[in-house]
């Protein structure tokens, strides 16, 4: 694709190669991600934070094109910051997730980013939203990302209901490091931020800190 | 570029059948009476687009796959055999063109036959996977096939070889193949332990290809098992509603 008469002639930096992960919990949510950015073979970034916040209780994942995903994120913190003034008290995750997937949609064909949306909010407590190419979802938990492939049947052995904080945390890693194994575009390290009502808790674990499985 | 030849054989129509090459993924055998010669739009050649799967154990092995044949969006068997006999004791796991890997099971039975007679004693799970490898890697630009040849010998005891799209030949204590496969890494990571035993084989591998069957389009039907030991061969089948279920 050109802009302007002239084309890049090499790769752009892309997060698609990446994992990303949200569960919800009784009472609040984690959302974890690795940490490599690409563009082709090459790794721009080793350590790039993927989680973005939205607002002090909303968070959301980028994945696909770093350049859409982050303006994105940008575009959609600055309109929610805009309507919980106007609203006068915190906004809900499913308005930031409407946002987003107002953008997805009404841009879809020229943006190539997946942003997953995660938070607690007074009314309706810890929820994921899905927002892939302009749908709106909610699930109880998603993963997104290249790497996401590789744990489809992990998280849909692992997932139970009723999982307590730990549990999700413990869940967001252990599917992360199973990803970044097998997927060569993720890798790097592991963030994750847990939001409940007391507050957000971000947590990065290094990459020789990983749970490890029976071929390492 | 079209190429075509005609090969010998005939599908269960008793149409002879004729294999085009169009384009380098798309590979099959088609009936002669097919549209026009030169039809790009051809695409509806028997695929196993699959889950396959082997775990070895001690005393021998556990493979399993699903039994879905796709030719489009059509499914041609919903309850294909994809878990192949080429000796008493070994077996092969076949993902890729139908028509590809039958072809080179045949062959490689026909030669391990032919080896077994000339040593006397039953063939080495080793060699039948090089035999495989040796077919899937001379004509790699020609063939589809994804195999997984698994199966007990006196000497190594059970043994698991992937021969992988392209020819490679590695032993791995367990491996999965096709289309489904990727979906399940993670879980097969997560999941499997050294020493391992041959009920827990079972288990894991039906879990294992449950879970594919579930997310990959491309999978389903009924999951096949068999378990190679140095006794014999057990062979067993779990119907689409006995299924392990997952809660998500």
Known sequence: MTTGGFSLGQPTPSVKATTIIAIAFEGGVVIGSDSRVSAGASVVNRVMNKLSPLHDKIYCAL????????????????????????????PLVRSAATLVKNISYKYKEELSAHLIVAGWDRRAGGQVYVTLDGLLARQPFAIGGSGSSYI?????????????KKDCQEFVVNALALAMNRDGSSGGVAYFVTIDKDGTDEKCILGNKLPTFFDE | MLKCFTDNRFNTHGQRLTVHFDSPNLYGAVPEVSPAKGDPSSAHRPINTTTIMAVEFDGGVVIGADSRTTTGAYIANRVTDKLTKVHERIFCCRSGSAADTQAIAEAVSYQ????????????????????FKQ?????????????????????????????????????????VGGSGSSYIYGFIDSNYKTGMTK????????DALALAMERDGSSGGVVRLAAITEAGLERSVILGNQLPSFSA
């Open chain 2, 199 to 206: 009920e827990e084989c079972l288990r894991f591998t039906a």
């Open chain 2, 112 to 131: 391990l036959g032919f080896h077994s007679i000339e040593l006397d004693e039953p063939p080495l799970v080793q060699t039948a996977a090089n035999l």
């Open chain 2, 135 to 175: 077919m899937c890697y001379r004509y790699r630009e020609e063939l589809m096939a994804g195999i997984i040849v698994a199966g007990w010998d006196k000497r190594k005891g059970g043994q698991v070889y992937t021969v992988p799209m392209g020819g490679m030949l590695v032993r791995q204590p367990v491996s």
């Open chain 1, 63 to 90: 994945s696909g094109s770093a350049a859409d995903a982050q303006t994105m994120a940008e575009i959609v913190n600055y309109q929610l910051d805009v309507h919980s003034i106007e609203v006068g008290e915190d």
């Open chain 1, 152 to 164: 489809y049947g992990f998280v849909d052995a692992e997932y139970r209901q009723g999982m307590t």
